[in-house]
Each structure stands twice: as structure tokens, then as C-alpha cells.
């Protein structure tokens, strides 16, 4: 393993679904971030995201207009009114979150 890698302890704990985890504990891969379509290793290397389109949106990783909308949106959502009573009634700035990455 090499240096950026975790110790045993912590891989034999780690699970992750649908992946080889017996390979994967004895010669783990890992990514340190993403931005726009890439990811990066802990030493630094480029890795092209080429599975984006399986599981989310293809807007790319970090984008700051995302990432501020998102936590624009996360830190008016901390009050009582999302709570239990208000469940399923949408919050006006959450159809204009919505609206906005519809239009993107």
C-alpha cells in the first residue's frame, strides 16, 4: 500500500457495495476530491469520471454555482418548518432551486 493509503484496521471495517471488496482491501484505489470531470488520487493524478452518468446528473463535480446554491439552500432549510408537519409541502426557495438546475 502506499503511503496514502489506510491502515489494515481500517480497510477490514470498510464495506462498499457492489464493488470487489476482497481486490479492492488488497490494492485500494483511492480518490482525495473531484472537480468539473475529473477526479484526483491522494498523490495527485487525474482520473477522468467516465461513470458520472450512472448515478447523478453530468454537471460535474464542485461546480461553485452549484455547490453555493446548495448550501444557500441548506442553510435556510435549518429552521422548524422543515419539520415533520411541513413534510410535504414544498418551500418556495426549494422550487427556485429547482427551477434553477432545471434551467442549467
Known amino acids: 500500500m502506499s503511503s496514502s493509503s ?3 484496521a481500517a480497510l477490514e471495517a470498510f464495506w462498499m457495495p ?3 471488496n476482497r ?5 485500494p484505489r483511492l480518490l482525495a476530491r473531484a472537480e468539473g470531470m ?10 477522468l469520471d467516465g461513470t458520472a452518468g450512472l448515478w447523478c446528473v453530468n454537471a460535474g463535480h464542485c461546480r461553485p454555482k452549484i455547490v453555493e ?5 441548506t442553510r435556510r432549510s435549518r429552521s422548524s418548518a422543515n419539520s415533520a408537519p411541513c413534510a410535504g409541502r414544498p418551500r418556495e426557495y426549494k422550487l427556485r432551486a429547482g427551477s434553477w438546475v432545471c434551467r442549467r
Open 23 to 27: 481486490q479492492f482491501k488488497s490494492a
Open 6 to 8: 489506510p491502515d489494515r
Open 38 to 47: 475529473y477526479y484526483y488520487t491522494p498523490e495527485g493524478r487525474q482520473v
Open 69 to 73: 446554491a446548495s448550501c444557500s439552500a
Open 18 to 20: 457492489f464493488t470487489a
